[in-house]
């Protein structure tokens, strides 16, 4: 039988959701181009840079979600989910490039 694929930790981070609808204003990332590169380019625009410290926080809560053993406590958690959602409602309701 073949192996059971195993889920990396963080993979499910609504951070991704944020990075698609952001690619919407700013050209996507490239491959292997690291979030904060990206996000720093990103902010560079006029037009989501509004969002720069919430954005900024995300990626820290991302990262930490993503790649820090403990990960997230349960609050911090919930706290990405409702924040991502916030940045997802305000940027819909900007204009695109």
């Not at 952001?22 to 050209?27: H, I, N, T, W």
């Not at 590169?37 to 926080?57: F, N």
């Not at 305000?90 to 490039?97: C, I």
């Amino acid at each position: 039988t073949a192996p059971t694929p195993t889920r990396r930790v963080g993979t499910d981070s609504e951070f991704y959701q944020l990075e698609t609808k952001l690619a919407e204003f700013v050209r996507p990332r490239q491959p292997g181009e690291a979030l904060t590169d990206w996000l720093a380019r990103m902010l560079e625009h006029p037009t989501p840079a509004g969002l720069r410290d919430p954005l900024q926080e995300l990626l820290r809560l991302h990262y930490r979600h993503r790649f820090d053993p403990p990960g997230l406590s349960p609050v911090e958690r919930e706290a990405l989910r409702h924040e991502v959602k916030a940045c997802l409602t305000a940027l819909a309701g900007l204009k695109k490039p």
